[in-house]
C-alpha cells in the first residue's frame, strides 16, 4: 500500500508539477515520510510563496522590494 502526502499551492493558477509526493512502501516509517514532504515543500519554495500571497503588494512595492534584495546580494557578493 502507497500512502502519498500531498500539497497544493494556493490561488487559482495552479503550474504542472505543483503537487508534492512522497511515495513510501509498507516499510517506511512515517516519520521519515514527514522529514522528505518538509524538505521538499522546502526545496520547492511553496512556503515562501504562501507567505508572499498572504497579502497583496502593489506592483511598484514588488519592484522596489525586488531592488533592494538586489541591492544586498551585490554587497554580500562584494565583502565575500
Known sequence: MCRTPSLLPPGPTQ???SVIE???DESDRLE????LFKRKVQKA?????L???RHYVKPS???QLKAAAARRRRRRSRES
Open 61 to 63: 512595492a514588488a519592484r
Open 51 to 53: 507567505r508572499q500571497r
Open 45 to 49: 519554495g511553496l512556503l515562501k510563496e
Open 15 to 17: 503550474r504542472e508539477g
Open 32 to 35: 521519515h515520510a514527514l522529514k
Open 22 to 24: 512522497v511515495r513510501l
